[in-house]
């Protein structure tokens, strides 16, 4: 077999986990993986269920934008159903980043989180994004993230060249998505674990660590409007905590952050 096949089996092989992971379902091309594992959802599937696609024809992003998914990505949806009130819903996102950043970095790639919640190499190129999406009534919660794993930055659409790229492009060499996935399962049930038995507090203490806009100048883009000021910490919330020129604070609780570094 292609050492970049995705395998069910071979995936669950490699789990040590109790519930991520331990229900597979596989797609050789869908819309969004985030989709099915909604529908999936609400059809009272167990928690830990796992949506994994070849590629992706609808994959979608934050704040209303496509996510580019062609073959040998790593685009995956998980079910949970943790028992959260709503505002808690978004530090799930910080328990996948931290899960998604620590396999990068066993790859021995310089893995950082850019708040919210996108992973960089080197501060400076998206290779993963993570879309948590939620209806608190029907009781689940399901959190997708995309890896752009074993293809070429050139297969990104032109405007991300600069700012994005892949596992691939960073290694010279394809990874196995088998080993990379199982990995991340077995990454995600321990943090996902800590924060429901420990809270918020260590996952931030890890994500803090690994984030590299904490210090740094950035301009903050939310809808129509602009911040520019200082990162100085991330609460416990998950609001990013800016200090603006006036000397005041302010906090903020989605947009897109970009590092305004001196020159
Ligand atoms: C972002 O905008 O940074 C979030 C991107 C999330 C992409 C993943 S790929 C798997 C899952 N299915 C989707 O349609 N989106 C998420």
């Known amino acids: 077999m292609n050492l970049d096949t995705l395998s069910v089996d071979l995936i669950q092989n490699k789990l040590r986990t109790k519930f991520i992971g331990q229900e597979i379902k596989y797609f050789e091309e869908i819309g969004s993986t985030n989709d099915i594992a909604k529908e999936l959802a609400r059809k009272g599937a167990s928690e830990g269920l796992l949506v994994i696609a070849e590629r992706q024809i609808g994959g979608r992003g934050r704040r209303g934008r496509s996510w580019h998914s062609p073959s040998g990505g790593i685009w995956l949806s998980l079910i949970l159903r943790p028992k959260l009130v709503p505002q808690e819903v978004p530090k799930l996102t910080f328990v996948a980043a931290i899960a998604v950043a620590r396999v990068i970095r066993s790859l021995d790639l310089n893995a950082e989180i850019k708040w919210p919640n996108d992973i960089l190499i080197d501060c400076k190129k998206k ?113 990013l905590i800016l200090k603006l020129k006036n000397g005041s604070t302010t906090k903020i609780f989605s947009g897109d952050v970009s590092i305004r570094r001196q020159k």
């Not at 806009?213 to 990162?231: C, H, M, P, R, S």
């Open 127 to 239: 290779v993963c994004g993570i879309l948590c999406e939620t209806e608190v009534n029907l009781g689940y919660v399901v959190v997708g993230i995309g890896v752009n794993a074993n293809f070429d930055k050139d297969y990104l659409p032109e405007e991300l060249q600069e700012t994005a790229t892949t596992l691939k492009s960073e290694l010279n060499k394809k990874i196995s998505r088998n080993h990379f996935v199982a990995h991340l399962l077995n990454e995600f049930e321990d943090s996902y674990l800590t924060f429901i038995e420990k809270g918020f507090s260590p996952i931030l203490d890890v994500w803090k660590e690994f984030s590299c806009i904490l210090g740094e100048n950035v301009l903050v883009y939310q809808d129509d409007t602009k911040f520019f000021g200082k990162a100085i910490d991330v609460d416990q919330s998950g609001a």
